[in-house]
């Protein structure tokens, strides 16, 4: 995550940015951090385009940035706690990037795949058929037995 940043101040966004603003937020700041085209030092671009590119991810998945609002959330009760102690600690919920993310094949995979299994069963067909027209014998015992 983004040291002693907060994502949204990063990218320069409200909380309640939608994908599009987040993404022409990542795509400007990007060209101006990135080493390859600014004139800032070497180091010091790469350190911010990478906290940029860190603060996009995060924020770009839906999951990632629930999580993570769940927790400015609760720096932000801590920091009222102290003034209000009646507020209970909120913890928040724990993902995994793993978790969740299969996603039905598409049309064009399905199709490949079914090209795939044709193709690999043609294959079979034809050297079956070859070596039958040839006279060959299917108990083919291998060289290395011998």
């Avoid at 940043?5 to 994908?19: D, F, H, I, K, P």
């Avoid at 795509?27 to 390859?36: G, I, N, T, Y």
């Avoid at 770009?60 to 629930?66: E, I, K, M, N, T």
């Avoid at 724990?94 to 598409?106: A, C």
């Amino acid at each position: 995550m983004v040291p002693s940043s907060n994502c949204y101040e990063l990218l320069g966004v409200s909380t309640s940015a939608n994908n599009a603003e987040l993404r022409k937020a990542f795509r400007k700041l990007s060209k101006q951090l990135h080493p390859d085209t600014t004139s800032m030092p070497s180091d010091e671009a790469t350190r911010k385009f990478q906290n940029v590119c860190e603060a996009y991810d995060l924020l770009s998945d839906p999951v990632l940035r629930a999580n993570y609002d769940l927790f400015i959330e609760k720096e932000n009760n801590l920091i009222t706690q102290k003034k209000e102690p009646y507020l209970k600690d909120i913890q928040p919920v724990q993902f995994s990037k793993s978790i969740g993310v299969r996603r039905p094949l598409s049309g064009g995979e399905l199709f490949s795949l079914l090209l795939l299994s044709i193709s690999i069963f043609l294959s079979l067909a034809l050297g079956v058929f070859i070596a039958f027209l040839r006279g060959g014998n299917l108990n083919f015992t291998p060289s290395w037995l011998m």
